[in-house]
């Protein structure tokens, strides 16, 4: 085996880890905002009707800083790796309500939760995802 190859395979792992990882700290971000709406609902702070807009918010946040950890680990393919992190949430909470409620459909808004994971590990990317010292201009040395 080459060492490119063996280098390759060791850059998947850690952008796998990271994504992993990332997705993980998602879900517990997403998790502990959506406690925290449900208390503020339960005390009167907030109207109940907004239960939808609470939930697609909590996955924008929770794939937002998810996103953000995996891209600091992994920051030249950090769009990737906020859309994948934002997938993963979206398949986390995917099997949690498919465990819970025994049932799977998007009719019920699964789409914009869809949407909201996406486009806050997108943001993630985007926003976290410059590379170290490639923007930096190099000093030329005067001889």
Known sequence: MRKAEEEQGARLM???KSVLIGGAAAFVVCLVFLFLAAVGISQGLLDAGLRYQLAVVGCVLGSFSGGLSAVRRCPARGLFVGLAVGAVLFLLELTLGLLIYDTMSFENGGLGLLCGALCGGAAAGILGGG???A????KRRSR
């Open 131 to 133: 590379r170290g010292g």
């Open 14 to 16: 850690r952008y796998c």
């Open 135 to 138: 923007g930096k201009s190099k």
